[in-house]
């Protein structure tokens, strides 16, 4: 392995854990030795996490108890941030591929929210899905599951995201692109714009 | 909302004026509709120039569509706050469809006079992807559906021996100016269950547009329209 080489081109993994409710099951899931090996192992450089209101004492304490250069990391870079008013398409496009910054496909790690998992889907990098069981009436699950049905995504549970590292690197060579693209073997639809043709009388 | 307009797109020589129903303190809402009305004066001057280019003398009355005075940003009251009592939420729904009331009958404070070229007050299709407030304008537009078909029936207040105005025409349809027609979008992030404000407004929405195939075909009850699949509109 040679994560030593000075001109490895860097390659980022990005976790959100969202903004409005918490989380900090994904969060210590992240922070934890196991999953940091695991990226090393797959060749990342570099980690970035979006740990939300309440998520600051556990990476301060992470930063405490492994300080830069420790083997408890594995070598991986980290950094961390609670949130961004601005949003996280920014942050989220460092982990598309730069050749000329020197920087190789990542991947992204967010929880379940319809508004970050549409940002990450829309730049083509392995995404993984991560549901909070917090939340009451637990519909994300469910998009989570048909979203890695479709083959979109990777769908994880917290507890096991030092495995899907390696899922998500499979899924960066099958992955679809998004938005769907409408194939003869799919079956048509309406589209918005038709129905409201419709219902306005237009007719073409 | 607006990335489904905009993958749409939303042709502003057909939808000529626009209304925007925003909740109190949803300023990122606001901020996206002037950004959006922005985008399609943008495509229109475009458009123009292309048009000269060509020397293709364009119609005087779609030279403008997409400037400030072909749209409006209305603010209504939330029906619900987050964290809000349940107990006090009925009164503060009730303000809010007391408002989209006032905002389909074109009657609300925010709103600028309509330009010239548009004959009513009451939009001809509304649009909604919302929670609670789609709820209410949609509630609101059925309501005055209603009361004015009842009007039809029952013309109070007109003169004995004088023909009320006809408020249907021969075939039983609403009149042009009167459409009010509906339309809820059902949100992404719903794959195999509808929302709650989806399940309220199913038996009363005109079209209910779903984004994931397994909610294709529900209905409130037997012989009622189903709901349909639209594919990913928000994509």
Request: proline share 6%; with cysteine.
């Amino acid at each position: 392995m040679d994560s030593e080489d000075r001109n490895q081109p860097t390659k980022l993994c990005f976790v959100t854990v969202g903004a409005t409710a918490s989380f900090l099951s994904l969060l210590l899931s992240v922070l934890d030795s196991k999953f940091l090996e695991a990226l090393s192992q797959s060749g990342y450089t570099h980690l970035l996490v979006q740990y939300g209101k309440d998520g600051q004492i556990i990476y301060e304490n992470f930063l405490v108890k492994y300080p830069a250069g420790s083997p408890g990391r594995h070598g991986i870079e980290i950094g961390g941030f609670d949130f961004n008013q601005a949003g996280l398409g920014e942050v989220m496009r460092m982990t598309k591929e730069n050749k000329s910054e020197g920087r190789s496909s990542g991947m992204i790690i967010s929880h379940a929210g319809s508004g970050s998992i549409l940002e990450a889907l829309r730049l083509s990098v392995p995404l993984v899905v991560v549901p909070n069981p917090l939340l009451k009436d637990n519909h994300q699950a469910e998009l989570a599951n048909e979203l890695q049905k479709q083959g979109y995504v990777v769908a994880s549970h917290h507890d096991d995201i030092s495995n899907a590292v390696e899922k998500a690197e499979a899924l960066r060579s099958r992955m679809l692109t998004w938005p769907p693209v409408r194939g003869p073997s799919q079956r048509r639809h309406r589209t918005l714009n038709e129905v409201l043709a419709d219902e306005m009388g237009f007719s073409d | 909302m607006f990335s489904m307009l905009r993958r749409m797109p939303l042709d502003p020589s057909m939808y000529t004026y626009r209304t925007y129903v925003v909740s109190a303190g949803d300023n990122f809402s606001a901020a996206k509709a002037v950004e959006f009305e922005g985008s399609l004066l943008n495509r229109n001057h475009k458009a123009k120039e292309q048009g000269k280019k060509n020397n293709q003398p364009r119609d005087a009355s779609t030279s403008d569509l997409g400037a400030v005075d072909h749209y409006t940003i209305v603010t209504v009251p939330r029906a619900r706050r987050v964290h809000q009592s349940y107990v006090t939420a009925p009164f503060s729904t009730l303000h809010c469809f007391w408002a989209c009331l006032r905002v389909l009958r074109g009657l609300h404070p925010d709103q600028n006079p309509l330009p010239r070229f548009i004959h009513s007050p009451y939009p001809d299709i509304i649009l909604t992807n919302g929670p609670a407030t789609a709820v209410c304008v949609i509630l609101a537009a059925k309501t005055l559906r209603l009361v004015h078909y009842l009007l039809s029936i029952f013309p109070f207040g007109t003169p004995a021996g004088r023909k009320a105005e006809p408020r249907l025409t021969w075939d039983g349809q609403a009149p042009l100016d009167f459409q009010l027609r509906t339309i809820f979008v059902e949100s992404w992030a719903r794959v195999t269950t509808l929302s709650l404000s989806g399940k309220l407004l199913l038996p009363f929405v005109d079209r209910l547009l779903v984004q994931w195939p397994a909610l294709e075909g529900k209905v409130a009850w037997k012989g009622m329209r189903k709901t349909e699949y639209v594919g990913a509109l928000v994509a």
